[in-house]
């Protein structure tokens, strides 16, 4: 089915789904939606990969608007104030641009590299304001992303993100760790890493933000919201996996859910894609049963008070958000062209990076 009718890039040409990533349920049960805000988005992420010289302006010509980043979030956060939406989107091409990082990083050798990376990062994120002009511009950039995410909710919610995010720095590294010395992970050692790389409780975080509302802990781990929004996050990554399998073969990488089933649990190629496929499925089947408790748990909220009021709105909003997860996080992987290896003139070189990277410098 082409993805085209649903489409938010300015392409002309119809997107084909293959036939073994096509989810009928999610065409049929899960409207695509998109932010007004969206070709501003655009335009703006485009200028802060130039002023952050996170990407050579002949990259960002050639493939920025084409990596679809900016209609990932503009399809995701739904409602949100203009402002966080850009940060919120900036952050997202700069968390691709981090993962590039470390696949070249691995590809060229360069362990020290990436520790001063990772130390880089880590303190950056307690104290961004001091690193908006590190002379890496990935920590700069990073730090810049950080800074305004801090300037919307409370203290309380900045060092919650804090802490989410040490979590995924530290489980990249764990990754590039395993990648370096050809570690394949078991399924179940995967599965628990990848919440970390993926960055589950991240994107998450930045519902509330987006919801114009910090939510207390008591509803927050309420499994009423956790669960919807845990198979939200679930699907997305192990999407993912289906999707950049044949780019993550190409390069000899040892983290996919795929390649985790065929080391470990003996499967064939063919039998561990029927796999993947069966618990993609069940995420999506789980979170229509959890979505409903989502949303009576958002009603039984509004108590007659102001603040009950208010939480159960953003609560819906934030429920809702994670059912549009799954039609933008769709067809992204069938637009960007992240994905597009057999396009590549080298399947293990993707045409959107710098062969070296700044690591090498």
Not at 222 to 231: D, G, I, Q, T, V
Not at 268 to 295: H, K, T, Y
Request: aromatic share 12%; proline share 6%.
């Amino acid at each position: 089915m082409p993805a085209f009718p649903y489409s938010t890039t300015s392409t002309t040409t119809a997107v084909p789904v293959p036939p073994s990533l096509a989810l009928p349920v999610i065409e049929a049960e899960f409207p695509r939606q998109l932010h007004e805000y969206w070709p501003q988005l655009q335009e703006k992420t485009r200028g802060w990969l130039l002023e952050k010289r996170l990407m050579p302006a002949d990259k960002v010509e050639e493939h920025a608007d084409s990596l679809c980043y900016t209609d990932l979030m503009a399809g995701y956060y739904i409602g949100a104030p203009d402002e966080v939406l850009q940060a919120i989107a900036d952050f997202s091409a700069w968390f691709f641009l981090w993962d590039d990082r470390q696949d070249r990083d691995v590809v060229h050798g360069r362990p020290a590299a990436w520790e001063r990376l990772c130390r880089a990062l880590h303190t950056a994120l307690d104290s961004p304001q001091d690193h908006l002009h590190h002379q890496d511009p990935l920590v700069a950039g990073f730090a810049d992303s950080v800074l305004r995410f801090y300037s919307f909710p409370s203290a309380r919610w900045n060092a919650r993100f804090a802490r989410h995010f040490h979590a995924v720095i530290d489980a990249y590294d764990r990754e590039f760790r395993n990648r370096t010395g050809d570690v394949v992970p078991t399924v179940e050692e995967y599965l628990a890493l990848r919440r970390f790389t993926f960055a589950h409780w991240i994107w998450t975080d930045l519902l509330e933000p987006s919801a114009g509302c910090e939510l207390p802990d008591t509803v927050r781990k309420n499994p009423a919201y956790r669960r919807p929004a845990l198979l939200s996050q679930e699907f997305a990554a192990w999407y993912n996996d289906l999707c950049s399998l044949p780019k993550e073969l190409a390069g000899d990488e040892v983290h996919n859910l795929g390649i985790s089933l065929v080391k470990h649990d003996g499967l064939s190629l063919e039998e561990a894609i029927a796999d993947m496929r069966g618990r993609i499925e069940e995420c999506v089947s789980g979170f229509l049963a959890a979505e409903q408790a989502g949303l009576a748990f958002a009603d039984g909220l509004a108590d007659g008070t102001v603040r009950g009021k208010e939480l159960s709105s953003a609560v819906r909003a934030c429920v809702g958000n994670m059912r549009n997860w799954f039609s933008s996080v769709y067809w992204f992987h069938h637009e960007s062209g992240r994905y597009r290896v057999g396009n590549w003139e080298d399947p293990a070189t993707p045409p959107y990076v710098e062969s070296e990277g700044e690591g090498g410098k």
